[in-house]
């Protein structure tokens, strides 16, 4: 376990831990290298950085998957230029006409009463996950997910969308570490300062629509998952209300079945008078 705040000699390890983990893991699959989704936020950033510094830019392809209407044109701009100095092959595929695509043929009648706002908004990172397959499947590559460990760990993620990968080479950092590690890395201020964001509808926040900003949440999780205090603990301990910690650890057990893989029916069979198991 290490400190929620990292010092330098820990960015360090930290860095060369991440860039051994993606080149392991790329040569154990017997691939060509790694394909990420660009999103214009810090995790996506860090992540691309990461996985040039270990394979090479030539091995590295990334993909962004802007919105029209959504996508700010400050992300635009942003992932062209990290892109372009990263020197990686970008790929950049409006979702606007694949994702009205599925709304024409979904018979949203069929189904009243419905969050359709929520569907549609979870159906963005699904189709960005297929399209990520996609151009894995073409090129021999491991698609590379961008989610941190806060994000892992409240849920905050679509189900095979963007939680949807092969590897998730940040999933062991905190968000607070990202931003860190983000610094040490020297990844331009644009990415760093900007407002944390799904990007799934105009104005969305991730802090906004999870009702804590990040910094509280990531003192929350790692006092109750790294030290394991319980509820009233954390809340003598940290400058957070109890409100705060219980909606941190409600969404915790709320998403614990996105962290889990499927459950599977299994079977004992006789055979010969013998049990077997299947």
């Not at 905050?156 to 860190?180: E, S």
């Not at 900007?194 to 104005?203: F, I, M, Q, R, T």
Request: hydrophobic share 40%; net charge neutral; glycine share 8%.
């Amino acid at each position: 376990m290490f400190n929620l705040n990292l010092g330098e000699e820990e960015l360090f390890r930290v860095k060369q831990e991440i860039q051994t983990f993606i080149k392991k893991e790329i040569s154990n699959a017997g691939v060509e290298g790694a394909v990420l989704g660009l999103s214009g936020g810090i995790d996506s950033a860090l992540t691309a950085k990461l996985a040039v510094k270990a394979l090479g830019s030539k091995n590295v392809k990334v993909m962004f998957m802007p919105e029209r209407g959504v996508t700010s044109e400050q992300d635009i701009k942003d992932v062209v230029e990290l892109a372009r100095t990263l020197e990686v092959d970008n790929s950049i595929i409006e979702i606007n006409n694949i994702s009205n695509s599925f709304k024409k043929a979904f018979p949203f009648s069929d189904f009243k009463p419905g969050n359709r706002d929520f569907v549609l908004a979870n159906l963005k990172p699904r189709v960005r996950m297929c399209l990520l397959y996609m151009a894995a499947n073409m090129k021999r590559l491991l698609v590379l997910g961008t989610g941190n460990k806060t994000e892992l760990l409240l849920g905050y993620f679509t189900k095979y969308g963007d939680g949807g990968v092969d590897l998730l080479p940040i999933g062991g950092l905190y968000k607070t570490q990202i931003k860190a590690l983000a610094e040490y890395l020297k990844l331009p201020r644009s990415f760093i300062e900007k407002p944390p964001s799904a990007g799934l509808w105009v104005g969305q926040t991730d802090e906004a629509e999870i009702g804590v900003d990040y910094r509280a949440i990531d003192i929350i999780l790692y006092d109750h998952i790294e030290l394991g205090l319980p509820e009233e603990e954390i809340v003598k301990k940290l400058d957070v209300t109890s409100e705060e910690v219980r909606r941190v650890l409600s969404l915790i057990a709320e998403s614990k079945h996105k962290r889990i893989l499927p459950k599977i029916k299994e079977f004992t069979m006789s055979v010969s008078g013998k049990a077997h198991h299947l």
